[in-house]
């Protein structure tokens, strides 16, 4: 059973900075791009960050430059370094693993960056 657990949310006053970390277990983890996605109240989820098998990064606008995010293939984990958090960075923050037969994701954990 495909397993991507998330950890590291929390409460940050604006300014500071959290990691999120996402384990994942029953897959093949180093050939899925893994992404990080976002959902504020009553908005849709929106991708924050991504990173391919390869490596390569990519960025939302809003979170370029604050958010880093990288993996660990010998750990099976991707995770997202967030400095210079903003209170519209609340959201619940999902991992989600992308291959090209099927998609996975974690069950959430919440940021909140109070002002």
């Known amino acids: 059973q495909v397993q991507l657990v998330e950890s590291g949310g929390g409460m940050v006053q604006a300014g500071g900075s959290l990691r999120l970390s996402c384990a994942a277990s029953s897959i093949v983890f180093s050939i899925y791009a893994m992404n990080w996605y976002r959902q504020a109240p009553g908005k849709q989820r929106e991708l924050v960050a991504a990173?391919?098998?390869?490596?390569?990064?990519s960025y939302a606008d809003p979170v370029k430059g604050r958010f880093t995010i990288s993996r660990d293939d010998a750990k099976n984990t991707v995770s997202l370094q967030m400095n210079s958090l903003k209170p519209e960075d609340t959201a619940v923050y999902y991992c989600n693993a992308n291959g090209v037969r099927a998609g996975y994701w974690g069950q959430g954990t919440q940021v909140t960056v109070s002002s």
């Open positions: 990173i391919s098998s390869g490596g390569t990064a």
